[in-house]
């Protein structure tokens, strides 16, 4: 397509089931939603928000939706899955809640698996409030990961300085217990948040099958210099 044709996604979601009110569903709504974005994407609509909780068709062993919400029968909300929990992180915290510009930037991860499969991807934008802010997803279900943040700009390298903030959602705030009708998660949210006295050698841990959140403001190192 010609580079002046917008690229909307204007359907996102997954297929429903138990599949997306499991963690699974809060991955992959962080995953394409910011991947779409990152790629060139102008615009991403979550389909849909109301409430509204049937049984998927195809899933006939499983009870779930493909929504934020559970709801009763008078279609009452009675919980909330885990895409309403990953739809704040990526609009309350990762990108910032202001009507103003945003610039994304790419990153990448060097975590993978025996198969050379990425196990953690990493999206990177500036917030309007001159923050940077990351989106890192650890997709690997069992193992947590540690990793060290390095910011790229020509010959200067920066890294996180001072205080970061890191709000992390995952198996530990939330887990999904399957049962026809009767299913429901516990714990069910919400995200965990704490403070990190960063510096350049910093590690940060990804909880098993999580999206974390890590802003704050850098510090640039000097350009090595070479003899």
């Known amino acids: ?44 609509f979550y389909y849909h928000a109301l409430s509204y909780s049937p049984a998927h068709p195809v899933c006939p062993n499983s009870w779930g939706t493909y929504h934020m919400f559970m709801v009763d029968p008078n279609y009452q909300i009675r919980s909330r899955t885990s895409q309403f929990f990953a739809a704040q992180l990526l609009t309350q915290e990762w990108s910032q809640p202001v009507d103003a510009e945003h610039q994304l930037y790419t990153a990448a991860s ?67 217990h399957p049962g026809r009708k009767k299913g429901y998660a516990d714990p069910d949210g919400p995200a965990a948040t704490s403070t990190i006295d960063a510096n350049p050698d910093a590690q940060y841990t990804l909880p098993p099958a999580s999206m974390t959140v890590l802003r704050g403001r850098l510090k640039t190192a000097a350009p090595s210099q070479t003899q």
């Open 1 to 44: 397509l010609p580079a002046t044709v917008p690229l909307l996604d204007t359907e996102t979601n997954a297929h429903g089931g138990e599949a997306s009110v499991e963690i699974f569903g809060a991955l992959w709504l962080g995953d394409t939603f910011a991947g779409f974005l990152t790629a060139g994407g102008q615009a991403t």
């Open 110 to 176: 060097d975590i993978k698996d025996a198969e050379a499969h990425v196990l953690v991807t990493a999206y990177a934008v500036l917030r309007p409030d001159k923050q940077w802010s990351l989106l890192l997803i650890n997709k690997d279900y069992d193992h947590p990961h540690a990793v060290r943040i390095k910011f790229h700009d020509g010959d200067a390298d920066s890294s996180f300085a001072g205080p970061v903030t890191m709000v992390t959602f995952g198996k530990a705030q939330y887990q999904w």
